[in-house]
């Protein structure tokens, strides 16, 4: 399967379409973090109305973080939460998902971790918060 990611990354990567061109690809790329960080880092938490406001802040269309969060859900249980996207989206979320876990991966999970409450800050709290 990260095959798959792979090489939806880099055919999305050779598109000429930059993130700064398309505001989506940044907010899944940030919707899928928190998400991360929630699953990875001890003692996080991702407030689903803070994603539904940072999609308003970027102009985003109405439901764009049910789509988003439908997404992933989908892509990293093998269908079997969440809904299929069209394919655009789901190219982002498989670009999101191989960027973030070569992010982990180079920075090693505790560094990953701190890094994303500057990263993430208004996105994601400390549980209880």
């Known amino acids: 399967m990260r095959y798959g990611f792979l090489i939806a990354g880099l055919l999305l990567t050779a598109a000429p379409a930059q993130a700064d061109d398309h505001p989506r690809s940044t907010y899944v ?21 803070d994603l539904v406001q940072k999609a308003e802040q970027m102009h985003l269309p109405d439901g764009t973080t049910e789509k988003v969060r439908k997404a992933i859900a989908w892509m990293h249980t093998g269908g079997k939460m969440g809904e299929k996207q ?4 789901m190219a982002e979320v498989a670009v999101a998902t191989q ?22 800050a208004g996105l994601i709290r400390a549980k209880g918060g």
């Not at 790329?29 to 109305?49: H, R, W």
Request: hydrophobic share 40%; aromatic share 6%; with cysteine.
């Open 29 to 49: 790329t940030l919707v899928l973090q928190a998400f991360a960080a929630k699953v990875e880092c001890p003692g996080t938490d991702v407030v689903y109305q």
């Open 86 to 89: 069209d394919d655009d989206l």
């Open 99 to 120: 960027a973030t876990d070569l992010n982990q991966r180079r920075l090693g999970m505790p560094s990953w971790c701190e890094a994303q409450k500057t990263n993430l």
